[in-house]
Structure formats: C-alpha cells, structure tokens
C-alpha cells in the first residue's frame, strides 16, 4: 500500500514538475514571440525606402538597398554593381551624383555612415578608403561646385570635402535633419532643412544672414532662380528665398508639398501630396491652369524634357503633361514613383518603389523599352 | 485593424501630447512619460485586478480551508481542482487575473515601439507613413519632424553612454537604461511575487511561486535586452511603466519588500 502511495506521491510529483516546465516553455514562448514581433517591426528600417536614381547617355545609376547599379540605358542590362556583396554596412537610397572630373559621388545610410566615390565605367571605388566622419547617415546627395564637395547629412552638419574625399574645412552645424542636396545660383549654397528653415551658405562654408522660416519641414532640394531659389514645405506652400534673405510665398498647395519644384523658363511645376499638379509663373505668380489631380499622392519631383513634363504618382502611374496642363498620356509602371523620374537621351527612366523590377525606360510617347531587374542574392 | 485600432490612435496621442507640451527639445521623453501615464490610467482598472487577484491568492496560502483540501485531495487531482475553484468562486477570486494585465501589456509594448519608430520617421519612407497616420483634425506641420533628444539619449536609437575604450559586444556604449529597465522590471516583479508556506504541500502554490520565480529572472533579462536592441523611447516607457507599477503595488500596502533580498520569499513565507 505503502509502495503504491509512493508510486502515486512519485507520479503527482511528475506531473506537477511537467505542468510546471509547460508553463515555463509557455512564459519563454510568449516572451520570445515578443521579441520576434519587435524585431520584425524594427527589422532594417534604414533600407525602407525608394530607390535613388541619376544617369548619363549612356548608364543609369540606381541606388536601392544594398546596392548601387550602373544599367545600359539602350538595352537595359546591368553593368556593373557595387559592392560585390549585400551588407547592412553599406545601404544605399540617395541619388547618385556625377561630377565632371568623371566620379560617382553617394552616401550610405548603412552603419558605417560612408561617403564613396564610384567609377562610374567600372563601379570600382576611386578613394582609398571612403569618408566616414559624419555621425548621422546620408540621405542627401552631394553638390559639387568648384572642386569642392558639399555633402548635407542627417547629423544637421554640412560637410566640406575635397574631390579625393578628404575634409577641407570643419563641418557646418546648420541644425535639424539635411535629408535633400543643396542648391545653388552659382554663388551661394542653399540648403533646406527638416527643421523648417532654408540655411544660405557661402562657398567659404560662412552661414549667410538668417535661415529663412518656410513654415515646415523641408524634405526636397530648392530650385534655383534668378538671385535666390524656390523652395516648397509641409507647410503646403511654395515660396521664393533671395539672396538676401527675403522670403516670398508664391503659391500654395492643396497639402504637403513633398518634391522640388523645376523652373522651366518663367514656369515653376511642382506638385501636393494631394496628388494635385500645379503650374505657376512666376513672373506674375498666377496659376497657369485650374486644379488638375490626375492620379494618386505625388511625392517625387518631376521632370521637364522636351514639350512634355512627366509626373510619377504614388500610385505607380507615369503622368505626361503638355505645358497647358493636358495629359497627353498615362501609364502604369506599378509600385510607387516616389523617385524623380530622370532623362538619359531621350529616354525617361523611371525607379518604382516595390514593383516587379527596379527600372524602366519609357520613349517620349509612354512606350516602354525595357525593364531591369537586379538578380536576386 | 492594427494600424487602425493601435498605431494610429498611439502616434496621434503621442502627436498630441509632444504638441501640448510646445514640442521643444526633450519634450518627446517626456510625451512618452505621460503617454505611458495615460496607459497605466486606462489599464489601471485591470492592474487592481492583478492586485487583487495576487494578494487574494497570496492569502489562500495561509488559508486553513485551502490548505486542508490540498492535504484532504493530496491524490485526487480532479476533485482538488473542484475544490480550489469553488474556493476561487466563493471568495470571489480570479486565479487568471494576474496574467491578463501582462498579456495585455504585449500588444502596448509592441503597438508603442512601433507608434515610436513611425513618429521618429527616420527615413523618408517612415516620414510618407507618417503622415498617413496623423488624423485630419490635427495640424502637425508645425511639429515634424519630432525633436527625438531626450536627456541624453536619441529616442529612436538604442541608448548608451559612449566609453572612452570600444567593447566589441556594447556598440552603443554604457547601456545604463538597458540596466535601469531589468532592475526596475527585476523590483517590480519581486514585489509582487506571492510567498510560498514552508514546506508546503499546495503543489499549486508551489508551482504558482517556481513560476513567478522564473519570470523574476526571464521578464528583467528579456526586458532588458529590448532596451539595449531597440529605440530607447521603448526603455522610457518600460521604465515609466515599472516605477508606477511599483508606486500601485506598494500603495496597497501588500508589496513584499523582503523578496528583494536573497531568500528573502522563505524568511517572509516563515514569519506569516
């Protein structure tokens, strides 16, 4: 009796021990189903977003993720792409920038913050070791102007560094986050700001007069005019900023102005997250056409080439416009434009943001020529 | 659903609150402080409950009836369970109570890390996100982006003191708030954790003790290792969080200080 009681004592204590591991591999699980859950959501935030995208006659050059891709303009295939290897050291989103002296300039927004010069006929890196000294992470691309290059980062600094990538100068604290290049009227530099303000500076790196109040943040370069620049804010408003410090609202938006505008001749095209376009003189400030909203929201900056102006929607639609506001065609390219669609000859390049290839081209009348897709790692 | 019902409502408070407070420098610390106030005021209905629902249950342990069945039913486990629940009904307790407030806090931590990282918008992807998130009646222009300094940490960064040498395993730094985030976790979990009678035979108290026991060690790590990975704003609120839990537990008087020292659950299981 004694035997079967220690038995029964013995198997209660068995299943007490099990029900009690249950329990402890329960409180694990759900722990780390936490913590699967919150990594997913943090997972490579710095990587999530739209691809930058420059060319020249006869290479486009995408930065999306990991890589950089140089791609043949005429037949769309790859040229060459850098580096050899996907890394979270080296990510890339900002618009490559080429200089006349033949170099491919881009930040990473990867961990190592790194500042690359590129050949642009091979993609073999042309500094010896790339630059690294800014604490946040490049967004923005570079303006390169008399031998110097001028590189906006997230840290809220301007960087001043040489066409070899050494610093000439110590940076320039203009505050808030530079997500956008500078522009320039061959004089002076001026850099919009997320933190609401346009920031002029002299090619010395001397901060000009007060930075300019646009109302909101400033996520897109300004345009040049004549003595000063255009710049638009989430201030859903578009103004004009002088040399000497002056600010003049020209325009306003239905929403958020995203994009640059582009000035061509007396007309400045931009358009609102809205999705609304809007054509301005700027001469007399007057609107040249009544409200047009052809598709979904528009972030990227368009694009003027030829008689037509070529606007890219959040909804993955290519937009042609005649200069009186008509459209002349329309084509889905899927995923979302939020890159500036660019020209390379007569072609009009276009990057969607999770679509089924990563570039297209497209002839003056929306016919498309081809499409690149990266190989898959 | 979760976009609708969690993140949106999180951020536009989060929006609302770092407005009121003239969204200045630190200001968006401190709209976490007050969001994770407003958490706890909401959930606070629900941590009495966990309260009530642990004390009531630390007190069956030195309850003559409970401990007479756990003898009486020793063998028969089916009718001890009949026993303990009619028990449970006629004293009006909820032996689940004390779990729910926790699993409730999951979905909080989650929606608030990601409430945190879409308000920071530290891409310009996160910043379109952003603002499709904000309710139309709020004017938000004005406020981003989001001043993410608080004290000395970037709120949607992982948080660390920078050293004066490089330790490959702390990329970061010092993490102090990482520290700060399991002793706080590490108190609060003690201090509400039930005492077991010596030499006990109520295997469920037991079993109720061994568990406790582990989530002392495993919620402080875990906890504390979300600190050092992810955006300090996340550390904020865990903190915030654990020192009101703290201040609730020990307003009610029933706070077991002793278990914050070494055997301290035995001495105070053997003075009751």
């Not at chain 1, 303000?197 to 000009?208: E, F, P, R, T, W």
């Not at chain 2, 300094?149 to 490959?168: A, C, D, K, Q, T």
């Not at chain 2, 035979?201 to 060690?217: F, L, Y």
């Amino acid at each position: 009796m004694q035997n079967i009681s220690g038995k029964g004592i013995r198997l209660s204590v068995v299943r007490s021990k099990t029900n009690l591991n249950r329990k402890k591999i329960f409180v694990i699980l759900l722990l780390t189903l936490v913590a699967l859950t919150l990594s997913a959501c943090s997972g490579q935030p710095l990587t999530n977003t739209w691809p930058g995208l420059s060319a020249d006659a006869e290479r486009a050059y995408l930065a999306t993720g990991s890589f950089i891709y140089a791609v043949d303009v005429t037949t769309g295939r790859e040229v060459w792409k850098y580096p050899a290897e996907a890394g979270n050291s080296l990510l890339f989103y900002a618009n490559p920038v080429l200089t006349e002296d033949g170099q491919l300039l881009i930040g990473s927004v990867g961990t190592t913050h790194a500042f690359i010069s590129l050949d642009p006929a091979t993609g073999k890196e042309n500094w010896a070791e790339p630059f690294a000294g800014a604490k946040g992470t490049w967004v923005a691309s570079p303006l390169v102007m008399n031998g110097i290059i001028y590189a906006p980062n997230t840290d809220g600094f301007l960087y001043f560094l040489d066409m070899n990538g050494k610093q000439v100068a110590d940076p320039l604290e203009l505050g808030g986050a530079l997500w956008s290049a500078p522009a320039t009227d061959g004089e002076l530099l001026y850099i919009a700001s997320l933190d609401h303000h346009l920031h002029i500076v002299d090619q010395a790196g001397s901060i000009i007069g007060e930075p300019i109040d646009l109302g909101g943040a400033s996520p897109a370069s300004p345009v040049a005019g004549e003595d000063g620049v255009y710049a638009g804010s989430f201030d859903s408003t578009i103004g004009f900023a002088s040399s000497n410090g002056d600010f003049q609202t020209i325009a306003e938006a239905s929403n958020w102005i995203w994009g640059s505008p582009v000035l061509d001749g007396n007309t400045l095209y931009f358009a609102d997250l809205n999705g609304s376009i809007y054509s301005v003189d700027v001469s007399t400030g007057s609107q040249n056409w009544d409200e047009l909203k052809p598709d979904g929201p528009i972030v990227a900056s368009p694009l003027v080439a030829g008689d037509q102006i070529y606007f890219g929607s959040e909804d993955g639609v290519l937009i042609a416009l005649d200069r009186d506001g008509k459209i002349v065609w329309e084509k889905t390219v899927g995923g979302n434009l939020y890159t500036q669609p660019v020209l390379s000859g007569v072609a009009i390049l276009v990057a969607p943001y999770q679509a089924e290839f990563a570039l297209a081209a497209y002839d003056a009348s929306g016919k498309q020529a081809w499409t690149f897709i990266p190989v898959k790692e | 659903m979760w976009q609708t019902f969690i993140i949106q409502p999180m951020v536009n408070l989060l929006l609302w609150i770092y407005d009121i407070l003239g969204h200045g420098p630190h200001m968006f610390g401190v709209a976490i402080i007050l969001f994770t106030i407003v958490i706890r005021l909401i959930t606070w209905p629900l941590n009495a409950s966990q309260v009530k629902g642990a004390q009531g249950m630390q007190e069956l342990q030195n309850d003559k009836e409970w401990q007479d069945i756990q003898k009486k039913y020793a063998k028969d486990k089916e009718k001890l369970a009949q026993e303990q629940m009619r028990i449970y009904k006629e004293r009006g307790i909820n032996p689940f109570a004390s779990c729910l407030p926790t699993l409730i806090q999951f979905p909080i931590i989650i929606g608030l890390y990601q409430s945190i990282i879409r308000a920071m918008a530290a891409t310009p992807l996160d910043m379109l996100n952003l603002t499709r998130t904000i309710y139309p009646f709020q004017n938000v222009e004005n406020i981003i982006p989001l001043n993410s300094v608080f004290l000395w940490m970037n709120l949607g960064r992982p948080e660390g003191i920078p050293l004066p040498f490089e330790v490959s395993f702390l990329p970061n730094g010092f993490p102090l708030l990482a520290i700060v985030v399991a002793l706080t976790t590490y108190i609060q979990t003690k201090l509400t954790m039930p005492t077991t009678p010596p030499n006990s035979n109520d295997q469920a108290a037991a079993q109720t003790a061994a568990m406790s026991s582990s989530m002392s060690i495993y919620m402080p790590l875990m906890l504390g290792w979300f600190a050092l990975t992810f955006a300090s704003g996340i550390s904020v609120y865990f903190i915030t969080s654990n020192l009101l839990g703290i201040v609730q537990y020990a307003a009610t008087g029933r706070a077991n200080w002793n278990n914050l020292l070494p055997g301290g659950n035995k001495k105070n299981a053997a003075k009751k």
